[in-house]
């Protein structure tokens, strides 16, 4: 796995990735730390940096192998890449590089930053592929010399061996060379341990990476192997998870593939076999998850060459021991992570986590492990930063943790071999600060997430309970819901009902902030008319076109009418309300037909200067020019399309500096999209579609031709669509059908290629420093979670994203971004329902929810399980709801809202079990029904009598059993006329046909059963 690895960090020993030469030092960052390399050298001389007048360090060759050097570390944190083969000697007034020409190429930008950040000179020295380099290494060796009184002191990597024939005569000639050496590994380990911003960024997204495909990629493998009880070797479950940090996209993460890497393979142990070591391997045996058995998974990832990881305890229907054993080690493990604190010594974290143990469960003591983690950055072990009882140092804000923390080789009674013995690990990691972050949180190691009951074994089912009570000062150890059940899907709903209610509580806490802390109203944003004042015909009496005789006249080019006044031509703008009589009708109709052409067309070109005159100005696009060649792909489609009757055109998307142009061969066709303005990029590879696209949602509306948007799309029809017009079939074997179905399979590819080309060369174009804070990448939707659904007028299918809801095929094109919804709410659920509807509640109340209707019954599933990963809080109902009248109220008494439990009206589970007083006190978020109150009424009865409980009509039904035994049917048919016969009689003739009115109603009214209700458009 993880072929073509380069050591720490993407290494200079070959091409690039695409055209010409990507790498480039970023030299804001370089003189930053070359500043802060020479000032910590100079401050702390003696105790780290062995009292050095130069520093020597050597990189190895690149390697395939997981290896982590201080050498290929400092490569990364000063230069931003590692340099393989290469010398770096710095000094106090010179720092040597000895390396190839391509190397010597990149490093060459960096003279005149050393220059101006230390007031040092950069010498490089080009090593020929045919030199040994002893010469070059000569000149070094001079200048050490020379720049040193007495005998100098060179600081090198002591424990780093050479490798490869340069590093090989370095170090040779480094010892017959008289310089009194000595280990710089302390310096530069202090050096690293305090992060900057910007590796606190890469830190957070590598965190971020291995917690996400923790919780959603490893758990939910665990937990289908599990509950389908198949059988999978932990090495086999390595190999997946690997593949899923290598691969972000499997993890539902947003970063980079090209960016990230493993920081060791994942650990998978069961079975009674652990080793709470790092460098523990995965083995071939089967995954043990018997009663009382214990899963132990750790896994590391990278995002930039910076290190984060990640390791959980799962527990199988644990006794009474391992329930305790892990609850010390969980307190134990939050103890030390609290300790980290700017001032504390590195022992006092140690000695919070031993303090638990020793308190809770003394016995435990001996299995601790000797140390509680170690630093974490670009080496996944810092030394010097061991969290262990003796070492000293004082923590310092940004500096990084792996919490590590386990109890190894434990002991329990049960008659199962592979589970008498167990361990216990749990890692996060973690960055200093007066309240301690955890940047791998996301992941969950609470009891209830990590422990888990299946009770197959009635026998164990009856002793865990008098082994529980035994158990001193012992609470009952809950456990996640059973997995391996009859019904797995309740299985699931029932974990999601838990997720859904911890989002609901977040989800109130957050609006009641937001709607106290005043939200602000969106303006109306539409150009104010031009009044009656300003609509000019003629400027003066001059312009006037001569008189013909006294009729109406229309005057296209001055966009007037001439209406006759007391034997005087009265000119009137277009736009102006006249009431004029005329007593030919054929000269008048002509003359209508004119005005309202022309005042057509003087409302489309108002109407297109108002809507430009709302747009907000954009920076000038600025063209590659001499800098670089454009990023370039042709032969595409626009939509909206430019306006005008000509034959459409095909154009060309370009990347250029700071944005995108589109543009055809005619010169009023043309497109900008600044990078600033892009709100999400999409980039959607026909699979199933006639047409591959890219996509752009836009902050600000633009305009294309005289069409104003904030979403542009450029497309590809990938495949012509042919109407056969002969009807007849043709074979499957047709040799012509066959080969025009190969035909289209290539084009498809090629074009996807292309597109996906394209989209490669501009996700390492926004990568670049300048782009970095837009956070841009085109994002691919994830067509495995789609479903249909009618978002306007016509169904589509409508596909998720890592961070929208779009769809991209139909127009109008639906664009939603998640970070923008408040609630969702599926209205229509149940009741044997076909379709459901979803409505999307904005966090912007004053604006209109969307919905989208007629969704298949049974994509409902799929859908909550999508909107609970994402973490969107959702509701079900039975009704379609009316949102205007019930935001308006939310935005006009927000306090109310908040006091009666904010989103909790829509909790149909809360809502049954409420009071009749409860239920008067949410009526003011209760949705009123589009029917009409006499409608409604009949409904209530009815679906009352729907939900009758099954023994009430248990005991109407023994009730009439009762009476009715003994009885025959002819007795029975006598009875059933006298009663309708005295009905008939009682009744008055109005009641009668008031019945009969009630009822051909109800008749007419039932609806079809294949037919949706149908409700008000609320859009």
């Not at 004119?594 to 954009?618: F, H, M, N, P």
């Amino acid at each position: 796995m993880a072929e073509h690895r380069n050591g720490n960090g993407q290494a200079l020993n070959g091409k690039a990735p695409g055209a010409g030469n990507a790498y480039t030092i970023d030299l804001v960052n370089f003189s930053q730390r070359l500043k802060a390399l020479y000032s910590h050298w100079a401050e702390h001389s003696s105790d780290l940096w062995g009292a050095s007048d130069a520093l020597a360090v050597a990189t190895p060759p690149a390697s395939e192998d997981l290896r982590y050097l201080k050498s290929s570390a400092l490569n990364i944190w000063l230069l931003g890449y590692e340099f393989p083969e290469t010398i770096m000697v710095f000094m106090k007034q010179q720092i040597h590089f000895l390396c190839s020409q391509k190397k010597a190429s990149l490093l060459d930008v960096v003279k005149r930053s050393a220059k101006e950040a230390v007031g040092v000179d950069v010498v490089i020295h080009v090593k020929a592929k045919s030199d040994d380099g002893t010469a070059l290494m000569d000149a070094i060796f001079h200048d050490v010399r020379a720049q040193t009184k007495d005998a100098p002191v060179v600081g090198h990597i002591a424990r780093e061996a050479p490798e490869g024939n340069l590093l090989e005569t370095w170090a040779e000639k480094l010892k017959k060379s008289n310089f009194q050496l000595s280990d710089i590994t302390n310096g530069l380990s202090d050096l690293f341990a305090v992060k900057d911003s910007g590796e606190l960024t890469n830190l957070k997204k590598a965190a971020f990476l291995t917690a996400s495909v923790m919780k959603n990629y490893v758990v939910p493998k665990l937990e289908n192997v599990i509950d389908e009880e198949k059988k999978v070797t932990h090495s086999s479950l390595m190999d997946d998870a690997e593949k899923a940090i290598l691969e972000p996209a499997r993890a539902k993460v947003k970063l980079k593939a090209e960016n990230v890497d493993i920081c060791y393979p994942p650990i998978f142990q069961s079975g009674g076999n652990f080793d709470l070591k790092p460098s523990a391997a995965s083995n071939d045996d089967y995954l043990y998850y018997d009663s009382a058995s214990v899963i132990i998974c750790a896994i590391g990832s990278r995002y930039n060459s910076y290190c984060s990881n990640v390791a959980r305890t799962f527990l199988i229907d644990s006794n009474a021991m391992q329930s305790k054993a892990y609850e010390v080690l969980l307190k134990a493990h939050e103890a030390a992570i609290s300790a980290l604190k700017p001032g504390n010594k590195v022992s006092a974290v140690y000695q919070a986590a031993l303090s638990v143990v020793e308190k809770d469960a003394p016995e435990l003591v001996v299995s601790m492990t000797k140390t509680v983690g170690t630093g974490i950055g670009l080496e996944f072990r810092e030394s010097g930063l061991s969290l262990n009882a003796k070492n000293d140092r004082v923590l310092k804000a940004g500096m990084v943790f792996n919490v590590s923390l386990g109890f190894q080789n434990l002991q329990t009674q049960t008659s199962k071999p592979k589970s008498q013995n167990f361990s216990l690990l749990l890692a996060d990691t973690v960055i200093v600060g007066e309240k301690p972050e955890v940047a791998t949180s996301m992941s969950s190691k609470a009891v209830k997430d990590v422990a888990y009951s299946f009770n197959e074994d009635e026998e164990e089912e009856e002793e865990a309970p008098k082994v529980k009570s035994e158990a001193n000062g012992t609470e009952p150890f809950l456990s996640k819901a059973t997995l391996r059940s009859d019904n797995q899907e309740m299985t699931k709903e029932e974990l999601r009902r838990q997720h859904q209610a911890e989002l609901a509580r977040q989800k109130n806490e957050e609006t009641a902030r937001r709607l106290a802390g005043g939200g602000s109203g969106m303006g109306d944003n539409r150009a104010t008319a031009k009044t009656s004042n300003d609509l000019i015909a003629y400027k003066n009496v001059n312009d006037l076109p001569p008189p013909r005789e006294l009729m109406i006249q229309v005057d296209q080019k001055n966009e007037a009418i001439l209406l006759p006044v007391y034997g005087t031509m009265v000119p009137f703008h277009v736009a102006t309300e006249v009431s004029f009589r005329s007593k030919d009708p054929r000269h008048i109709s002509e003359v209508v037909q004119q005005i309202k052409t022309l005042r057509r067309q003087v409302a489309a070109r108002e109407s297109e200067r108002a809507e430009r005159a709302t747009l907000v100005t954009q920076e000038k696009l600025q063209l590659a020019g001499n800098k670089f060649k454009p990023i370039r792909l042709s032969d595409l489609w626009i939509r909206p399309v430019f306006g005008g009757r000509g034959r459409k055109l095909p154009g060309t998307l370009e990347a250029h500096v700071n944005g995108f142009r589109f543009s055809t061969t005619r010169q009023d066709e043309r497109v900008d999209i600044m990078f600033g303005n892009i709100k999400h990029a999409f980039f959607q590879p026909a699979e199933k579609e006639m047409i591959t696209l890219l996509h752009f949602h836009l902050h600000n509306h633009i305009m294309v031709g005289n069409k104003k948007t904030k979403d542009v799309q450029f497309y590809v029809e990938v495949m012509d669509v042919v109407q056969t017009l002969g009807g007849g079939k043709r074979s499957a074997y047709d040799p012509d059908e066959i080969e025009e179905e190969q035909r289209e399979r290539d084009r498809k590819n090629k074009i996807n290629i292309d597109f996906q080309s394209f989209v490669n060369r501009v996700n390492d174009l926004w990568g670049q420093p300048q782009f970095r804070g837009l956070d841009l990448e085109f994002d691919q939707p994830l067509r495995e979670l789609g479903f249909y659904g009618v978002p306007y007028k016509a169904s589509a299918f409508i596909v998720p994203t890592s961070s929208c809801l779009v769809e991209l095929v139909e127009t109008p094109f639906l664009v939603i971004t998640l970070s923008e919804i408040e609630i969702v709410n599926l209205e229509r659920v149940g009741l044997g329902q076909k379709n459901f509807d979803l409505t999307i509640v904005f966090k912007d109340f004053k604006r209109d929810v969307m919905r989208i209707d007629s969704i298949p019954s049974t994509s409902l599933d799929g859908i909550k399980e999508w909107l609970d990963t994402t973490d969107l809080k959702y509701y079900e109902s039975r009704l379609n709801l009316n949102w205007r009248p019930i935001l308006k109220t939310i935005v006009d008494d927000p306090q109310r809202f908040i006091e009666d439990g904010g989103w909790e009206f829509l909790n149909l589970e809360a809502s049954d079990s409420d009071s009749d007083n409860s239920e008067e006190s949410d009526q003011g978020y209760e949705p009123s029904d589009v029917q009409s109150e006499s409608e409604s009424e009949d409904d209530d009865s009815d679906s009352a009598s729907l939900v009758e409980s099954e023994d009430d009509e248990e005991d109407d039904s023994e009730e009439d059993s009762e009476e009715e035994k003994g009885k025959t049917w002819e007795e029975l048919e006598k009875e059933a006329s006298n009663a309708d016969r005295e009905m008939d009689e009682s009744d008055s003739e109005e009641e009668r046909k008031r019945r009969k009115v009630k009822a051909f109603g109800k008749s007419r009214a039932a609806p079809s059963s294949s037919r949706v209700p149908k409700r008000a458009k609320l859009r």
